[in-house]
């Protein structure tokens, strides 16, 4: 598989189990959670503050829909670690 796809597959599959590990879709039915979409929508420079000053970093922004509720979520690139909601 060319390296660009992997890269892909592997921001894609940190988004979805996120999301699917956010207490927003846990609390979802059931059944809406077997009919989730997730569409990623691109990336875009998000601005984090800390105590000590501000900063601008690169985020996959992701929207899942769920029984009719629509959510954005981000997952910073530099710290793949935290898919955080963002609305």
């Not at 922004?61 to 530099?78: P, S, Y």
Request: proline share 5%; glycine share 6%; hydrophobic share 45%.
């Amino acid at each position: 598989m060319p390296k660009m796809q992997t890269i892909q597959r592997y921001f894609g599959d940190l988004m979805t189990e996120g999301i699917r590990a956010s207490v927003w879709f846990r609390t979802a039915p059931s059944e809406f959670q077997a009919k989730a979409k997730i569409k990623v929508l691109g990336v875009e420079q998000r601005k984090f503050s800390s105590m000590l000053h501000a900063t601008m970093r690169p985020a996959l922004i992701a929207e899942c829909e769920v029984g009719g509720e629509v959510q954005r979520f981000c997952l910073l690139l530099d710290n793949a670690g935290n898919v955080q909601p963002i609305n």
